[in-house]
Antibody, heavy 120, light 109 residues
Framework: QVQLVQSGAEVKKPGSSVKVSCKAS????????ISWVRQAPGQGLEWMGGIIPIFGIVNYAQKFRGRVTITTDDSTSTAYMELSSLRSEDTAVYYC?????????????WGQGTLVTVSS | EIVLTQSPGTLSLSPGERATLSCRASQSISSNYLAWYQQKPGQAPRLLIY???NRATGIPDRFSGSGSGTDFTLTISRLEPEDFAVYYCQQYGSSPMYSFGQGTKLEIK
């Protein structure tokens, strides 16, 4: 049973960057894809991008291209999402989520979420 | 990009009643690659249904999914108090680009 544990809440200034981590335990890290999904306060879910660690293939939603970078550290079974040029609208809970395999798939399980607050 | 539209936005029902939630796609979703999630306040989403009609592990059989092409439905046969939450559909047929519906809030009447 794979479990995903994310890093803690962050408070950032506009224009800065944030890097959120997602550590996987159980399972084989290289055998599935990891996606990042965010949820602004009171809003719905928004897919930001995903990575297939074994192939190093990364895909980003068009809205976030140029501002988001998703990486992994296979030695620690950890995925990272870095978002730059932060603005107040980026205040949200950021989730990592696992796909069942390397193929397109649903998300299960999810990390517990990381609240990122952007405020001057 | 496939746009998913969920209806209704809010559904007010009583425990024991039947709930029917709709998810409509802007174009056909290949291989019925559609999932449903439940989210309660302060919690991460939980997978309920994948492949349009397959219940995830541990999900009660009062939850069922149906549909194909562009029209999909999540049905909760008899509402329990713990079922009142927000429900999202998600398509993974246009991988590597995924999208979610805007959600349906199921509230106690």
């Amino acid at each position: 049973q794979v479990q995903l544990v994310q890093s803690g809440a962050e408070v950032k200034k506009p224009g800065s960057s944030v890097k959120v981590s997602c550590k996987a335990s159980g399972g084989t890290f290289s055998s599935y894809a990891i996606s990042w999904v965010r949820q602004a306060p009171g809003q719905g879910l928004e897919w930001m991008g995903g990575i297939i660690p074994i192939f190093g293939i990364v895909n980003y939603a068009q809205k976030f291209r140029g501002r988001v970078t998703i990486t992994t550290d296979d030695s620690t079974s950890t995925a990272y999402m870095e978002l730059s040029s932060l603005r107040s609208e980026d205040t949200a809970v950021y989730y990592c989520a696992k796909s069942p395999s390397l193929a397109p798939g649903w998300f299960d399980p999810w990390g517990q979420g990381t609240l990122v607050t952007v405020s001057s | 990009e496939i746009v998913l539209t969920q209806s209704p936005g809010t559904l007010s029902l009583s425990p024991g009643e039947r709930a029917t939630l709709s998810c409509r796609a802007s174009q056909s979703i290949s291989s019925n690659y559609l999932a449903w999630y439940q989210q309660k306040p302060g919690q991460a989403p939980r997978l309920l249904i994948y492949g349009a009609s397959n219940r995830a592990t541990g999900i009660p059989d009062r939850f069922s999914g149906s549909g194909s092409g562009t029209d999909f439905t999540l049905t909760i046969s008899r509402l329990e108090p713990e079922d009142f939450a927000v429900y999202y559909c998600q398509q993974y047929g246009s991988s590597p680009m995924y999208s979610f519906g805007q959600g349906t809030k199921l509230e106690i009447k």
